[in-house]
């Protein structure tokens, strides 16, 4: 499969607290970007890391990426009722004709207030 | 407002029955994508065009065509050859064909009478 996995499938946190979802792939990568969805819209891009990048940062999000494990993390701080959504990683494959991107299937996070 | 326009809503198709789904853009974009998503699947890549009067297949084309005739449109016929048409479907657009962001429009969804 060329597409990224995310984990957990699932995750459910209080306001406030951090949380962290991650992102596995099993080819070599030019970028890898990370999606946000509400319930029944269109997917708005949050971040996108390069792969020569290690972190990134963009207000309360810092995306981490390791090339040699094939893995990246999504870690929202703080988070807030409003950041209950899914989210999803894409990957813009090495060596991909279309120029196309591979989405995952997402983590469902529910904040509580 | 610059952005990517869906139409409808939601669109009922009956047996046997073409229907289109409008995607317009507005952000000067040279590429354009379809998606469809299931529950729990993530995104699926249905078609993708890189430029005016060119498209290509994506993973699931069978059922489903696509014209390009302007740069700002990219209509999507879901024939009655797709025999499991129930879906959201999604379009997108990014500056060029590389593997940059893509921006979504909200999404139809498709439903079997």
Redesign the interface.
Known sequence: SQ?GEEDPQALSIQEGENATMNCSYKTSI??L?W?RQNS??????LI?IRSNEREKHSGRLRVTLDTSKKSSSLLITASRAADTASY?C?T??RG?T????Y????TQLTVWP | DGG?T?SPKYLFRKEGQNVTLSCEQNLNHD?M?W?RQDP????R?IY?S?IVNDF?K?DIAEGYSVSREKKESFPLTVTSAQKNPTA?Y?C?SSI????????????T?LLVL
């Open positions: 597409q030019n970028n970007q999606y029944g819209r269109g997917l708005v891009h996108l999803f894409a813009g494959n991909s279309l120029g196309r991107l989405f995952g299937r997402g | 990517i869906q590429a994508y998606y729990g699947q993530g995104l890549l993708y890189q290509q994506g959201f999604l997108a060029d064909g590389s593997q940059e962001t893509q921006y979504f429009g909200p999404g969804r």
